[in-house]
């Protein structure tokens, strides 16, 4: 069987003969009479011309079917791609909206901490001068105040007039804790008995140690032979070198304190450090 390209020929000698035959009835003249041999040739080539035909027919029938599957199975690859398609261009869109919320979140978070920063700022410029006065306060009028806190407050100071605003929030944070650590004691009146070494250790004596807030504190061993103030110093935090006078008030004020003499109004030893003039 030939091929479809092949089969136009054949077809076209069939339209040829055809119209020959028509032209050969209308003329004037009579048709030429064929000959049996060229009867049968027209009749087989007539023949030959219908199977061509056919088959073309036979095999255009069978292609059909096959073009529509493929057209079809085409078609379904789309909807299926469409549908897969149909999700992402949701998430996409889901996804750019929750990029515009993150934004307009940041922009706001922004706003916010530049507002923080500037008050960050303005707090930390009220708050120096704050710890320098409690750092020279500790220095000059504390009696039992460990000597870091001073040096905390004054590196606190530091820390303030810092440009990072989380640092500076930081040490206003540090500062509020120290003043907090200082204002139970400050308000606090205590008498206990404890160990008292003076010359830097070197002696010992068990005494009634009476404390007055943080600006006094005093002593008086259990014997009674020795009265010593607190000296405002860290490394010998005792002395006794002190006048009579003085002595007889901090004996005094422990007795009331242990209830051996009535409540009255009593001077408190006072041991001030001299004034440097740093505020």
Known sequence: MLHLNQRLPAAFLLATVVVTLVASVRADEPAPRATPSTAAEAAAAIRHLVEELQAIRRERSAVEPRRRDELAKVQRQIEMLRSQLAPAESAAAETRERIEQLEAKLAADRKTAAANCAWINQVSAAAVPVAAAAAGRIRRDSAEAPA?????????????????????????????????????????????NERVELDSGRRAHHAWV??????????????????????????????????????????????????????????????????????
Do not use: H
Not at 179 to 192: K, N
């Open 210 to 279: 009476y404390r007055s807030g943080l600006a006094s504190r005093v002593f008086v061993s259990e014997a009674g032979d020795v009265v010593g103030v607190s000296s405002g110093n860290s490394a010998d935090p005792w002395t006794v070198e002190i006048p009579e006078a003085m002595q007889q008030q901090v004996r005094q004020s422990i007795a009331v304190a242990r209830e051996q003499k009535p409540p009255t109004i009593l001077p408190i030893p006072v041991r001030v450090a001299p004034d440097t003039g740093e505020k």
């Open 148 to 192: 870091n806190v001073a040096a905390s407050f004054a590196a606190i100071r530091e820390r303030l007039a810092r440009s990072d605003a989380s640092e500076q929030a930081a040490a206003v944070g540090e500062m509020c804790r120290l003043f907090g650590d200082q204002w139970l004691p400050a308000r606090t009146v205590s008498l206990t």
